[in-house]
């Protein structure tokens, strides 16, 4: 199992520029995730998908858009990149074995700078 | 206004010695937590969790310990191993009763070297 992947790896875009992220999981999940890290900072949820069908803003929705594609596709799309935006961006499902165990499993990242 | 902090940018110990890892919370509607570890150009890897029903979960050398009346758990690592040197992540989140979105609360994350 290739777990949660993400294209591309690291992207350079001029201010003003659009991009489509992409993440794709094979474990049958119905919850995925977007996330962003800044330096000094922790993770901040951007936008989330609770199921197929469904999507909804988290801390930091502001100049992204989502797509829940299908089960296992959940893209973040920039329409018009800002210098702010540079980040690294993580992508997670989610497995809720039961009410108590419950844990999120996060692709390798997309590296974007934005000049 | 941050929910989650980990008040330690960095800490250093020994190889064998134990590593003691922090977290303070303010939201008492979150009700379970989990540590990620994080190496260089990699993402977050699941590395432990706790329910608000318990105080301490152990998994090998990792152990959790949940305070809730002073809102703070720890991560102890025991021994610490140089394969531990990472950053790690505690988050939160309130995770009972109808809407359970599992939206996570991160905090910045601690930088931990374990030295040879």
């Given at each position: 199992?290739?777990?949660?992947?993400?294209?591309?790896?690291?992207?350079?875009?001029?201010?003003?520029?659009?991009?489509?992220?992409?993440?794709?999981?094979?474990?049958?999940?119905?919850?995925?995730?977007?996330?962003?890290?800044?330096?000094?900072?922790g993770l901040r949820l951007?936008?989330?998908?609770?199921?197929?069908?469904?999507?909804?803003?988290?801390?930091?929705?502001?100049?992204?858009?989502?797509?829940?594609?299908?089960?296992?596709?959940?893209?973040?799309?920039?329409?018009?990149?800002?210098?702010?935006?540079?980040?690294?961006?993580?992508?997670?499902?989610?497995?809720?074995?039961?009410?108590?165990?419950?844990?999120?499993?996060?692709?390798?990242?997309?590296?974007?700078?934005?000049? | 206004?941050?929910?989650?902090?980990?008040?330690?940018?960095?800490?250093?110990?020994?190889?064998?010695?134990?590593?003691?890892?922090?977290?303070?919370?303010?939201?008492?509607?979150?009700?379970y937590f989990l540590w990620?570890?994080?190496?260089?150009?990699?993402?977050?890897?699941?590395?432990?969790?706790?329910?608000?029903?318990?105080?301490?979960?152990?998994?090998?050398?990792?152990?959790?310990?949940?305070?809730?009346?002073?809102?703070?758990?720890?991560?102890?690592?025991?021994?610490?191993?140089?394969?531990?040197?990472?950053?790690?992540?505690?988050?939160?989140?309130?995770?009972?009763?109808?809407?359970?979105?599992?939206?996570?609360?991160?905090?910045?994350?601690?930088?931990?070297?374990?030295?040879?």
């Amino acid at each position: 199992n290739a777990g949660v992947t993400q294209t591309p790896k690291f992207q350079v875009l001029k201010t003003g520029q659009s991009m489509t992220l992409q993440c794709a999981q094979d474990m049958n999940h119905n919850s995925m995730y977007w996330y962003r890290q800044d330096p000094g900072m922790g993770l901040r949820l951007i936008y989330y998908s609770a199921s197929e069908g469904t999507t909804d803003k988290g801390e930091v929705p502001n100049g992204y858009n989502v797509s829940r594609l299908n089960k296992r596709e959940f893209s973040l799309r920039l329409e018009s990149a800002a210098p702010s935006q540079t980040s690294v961006y993580f992508c997670a499902s989610r497995l809720q074995a039961s009410l108590y165990t419950d844990t999120q499993y996060f692709g390798p990242g997309t590296r974007l700078t934005v000049l | 206004d941050q929910q989650v902090k980990q008040n330690s940018p960095s800490l250093s110990v020994q190889e064998g010695r134990i590593s003691i890892l922090n977290c303070d919370y303010t939201n008492s509607m979150f009700d379970y937590f989990l540590w990620y570890k994080k190496y260089p150009a990699e993402g977050p890897t699941f590395l432990i969790s706790i329910s608000s029903i318990k105080d301490k979960n152990e998994d090998g050398r990792f152990t959790v310990f949940l305070n809730k009346s002073a809102k703070h758990l720890s991560l102890h690592i025991v021994p610490s191993q140089p394969g531990d040197s990472a950053v790690y992540f505690c988050a939160a989140s309130g995770n009972s009763g109808s809407g359970n979105t599992g939206k996570l609360i991160f905090g910045q994350g601690t930088t931990l070297q374990v030295k040879p």
